[in-house]
Structure formats: C-alpha cells, structure tokens
C-alpha cells in the first residue's frame, strides 16, 4: 500500500469559478499535466467546447505558486501532495 501511496498524490482541482470542485485522491504521480487536466475536465463535466462548438483549451494553475503549469511538465515533478490546481479556459483575443 505504501508502494502506490509513493507513486500517487492527491489533489483538489476546482474550475476558474469555483463552483465545481473534485478531490483527485490518487492521481499517478507520471501524468503530464496536459493529461491530467483532460481527464478531470471529464470527471468534473465540463464541457470542452464553447456554445458555437469550437474547441476551449485548459490550462492548470497551480494555486501554491500562483503560476500556470505547462502540459508537458509531470505531476510528480511539480506537484506536492494536496495541492490545489485551478482550471482555467486558455481565452485567444481576437
């Protein structure tokens, strides 16, 4: 138990609102972030597409730091455990 407890963190994730929020007991600690934050965009039923249907891209804030994490960076390289990771929608100007 110890063993998978090591290779885990778990995480509070809420949208930019904070209205819905999940905790990620057991998130493998070899996600990228970029795969992290697809598969709790799923868990926590947010849609991955504006009202016209064009695709919206998230990105992760790390709340501890206060900065954006990049999609290739890994969990286990920049996370500790029971930090909270704020989605944001990734909004082009134009």
Known sequence: MAMAAAMTLGLRVSDLSGQKTVHAPAVPKHL????FVQRVLAKMGISRNDVEGRPINFQARL???GRHLHGSETIGDVLRDDDEIVL???IDAG
């Open 88 to 90: 944001t929608p990734n």
């Open 32 to 35: 990228t972030i970029g795969e």
């Open 63 to 65: 709340d501890r730091e």
